[in-house]
């Protein structure tokens, strides 16, 4: 017996599997909200401070900047994943740099710390802080993510 057959069979039964024309959805992010103290003692001192406290890394000071190897870097926070490798760059500003995020992955917001607006972009499951977005990136997107390294768990292919 084929498969067409027994496909057509099981229509006429009503029980072959409802297929649905529309495109799936995006992948549903469940939000992960940790008390204050829970993430202190989840996260290093560094991690803490860019994450929750939106600081930044020295640039330079990340493994991550260099790291060449395919896979995915994922939220130190919740580990989500971010960024493909595929989308990395070397920007020469010290710190790891895509020029696009996995969809959906990162929430922008803008911020004003340095008087200047910036576009602040964070974890889309935790809200973890990870960087700032520029419009000086590469092709094809033109942006720059521009990550603290201490943000991101690497996770080789
Ligand atoms: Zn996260």
Avoid at 36 to 60: F, H, I, M, N, P
Avoid at 131 to 156: E, I, M, Q, S
Wanted: hydrophobic share 35%.
């Amino acid at each position: 017996m084929t498969r067409r057959p027994l496909l057509a069979l099981l229509c006429t039964l009503g029980l072959a599997p409802k297929v649905s024309s529309a495109q799936a959805p995006a992948p549903q992010i469940e939000p992960l909200r940790l008390a204050d103290a829970e993430w202190k003692k989840r996260l290093s001192a560094d991690a803490y401070a860019v994450l929750r406290q939106e600081g930044t890394e020295r640039a330079g000071t990340s493994p991550l900047d260099h790291e060449k190897r395919k896979g995915t870097f994922r939220c130190a926070g919740c580990e989500l994943a971010l960024f493909s490798s595929d989308t990395k760059f070397d920007s020469g500003t010290g710190w790891p740099s895509f020029f696009t995020s996995l969809p959906g992955a990162v929430v922008t917001k803008t911020d004003f710390k340095l008087i200047v607006p910036r576009t602040e972009y964070h974890c889309a499951r935790c809200e973890g802080h990870q960087g700032h977005v520029f419009d000086d990136g590469p092709k094809p997107t033109g942006k720059r993510y521009c990550n603290n390294g201490v943000a991101l768990k690497f996770v080789p292919a």
